[in-house]
């Protein structure tokens, strides 16, 4: 594993931020999985840890000017390469951590394509900073609705607010993540519908270590764990497939 190898290099380092907790750009989508995982982490290892989540694009561009995290948990794969090619993240650390769905929604409508020709909003996270949002284009392109319904797109920052207008109604429907589905404040829609993979281009979400912590073993030990069976459990829980 290529974390392992790091982290050997790393338990040579002896300067250890002890005292302050890991920071983690978190996409919006995982933030309560990320939540989870890491209460769990520190449970079992008593490393604390600090999550910042907003929008792939946002957290892309924070750390691109010098924002101080030590890991980055995008809702992509080319933005955690792009931090590695530019010498921002180690190379060699980035992984896939979890693998994302795309899901139609409703609060009001018993038929998810119904909603969709309605005349109604349809919210979907920005595409230019959110993968989902990207992905949710991709599929209403390839599905043959988006000529139809490009001039009532509401676009949320990020998915976590894309979902917030479809679960208020402010959207006729939603097409969003659909790990944010169940979320505490989520109330119970008339219609799901997961869209299939082949309308959208993978969503690949990928974790990288920052050049702020490349003296930090602990951040390592957090990149294992979420690589583990545990992890792993509580990523599928929470509607993920993982690696």
């Known amino acids: 594993m290529r974390v392992c190898a790091i982290f050997l290099v790393l338990l040579l380092a002896d300067t250890v931020r002890a005292d302050d907790p890991i920071t983690v750009a978190v996409a919006s989508n995982f933030a309560r999985s990320a939540a989870e995982l890491t209460s769990r982490f520190e449970a079992e290892t008593g490393i604390a840890v600090r999550l910042s989540s907003g929008s792939t694009g946002k957290l892309y561009a924070q750390i691109v000017n010098g924002a101080p995290f030590d890991l980055y948990l995008a809702a992509d794969s080319e933005r955690p390469a792009k931090l590695e090619e530019s ?75 894309a979902m917030q207008f479809a679960a208020t109604g402010s ?18 829609g008339k219609c799901t519908w997961p869209v299939p993979e082949q309308f959208h281009a993978p969503i690949e979400q990928q974790a990288v270590l920052l050049v702020h912590a490349k003296e930090d073993v602990r951040a390592l030990r957090l990149l294992a764990f979420l690589q583990s069976d545990t992890a792993h459990a509580i990523i599928v829980r929470h509607g993920y497939e993982v690696p």
């Open 171 to 188: 959207a006729a429907v939603g097409v969003v993540a659909q790990s944010v589905l169940d979320g505490p404040h989520t109330p119970n």
């Open 87 to 161: 010498g921002l993240a180690i190379a060699g650390s980035r992984f896939t951590y979890a693998r994302g769905r795309l899901a139609l929604w409703s609060l009001n409508f018993d038929d998810c394509h119904k909603a969709l020709r309605a005349g109604g909003w349809i919210a979907l996270a920005n595409p230019e900073t959110a993968p989902y949002g990207r992905a949710a284009r991709e599929y209403l392109q390839s599905a043959g609705y988006w000529g139809d319904v490009r001039e009532r797109i509401a676009y949320g920052e990020n998915a976590m607010q």
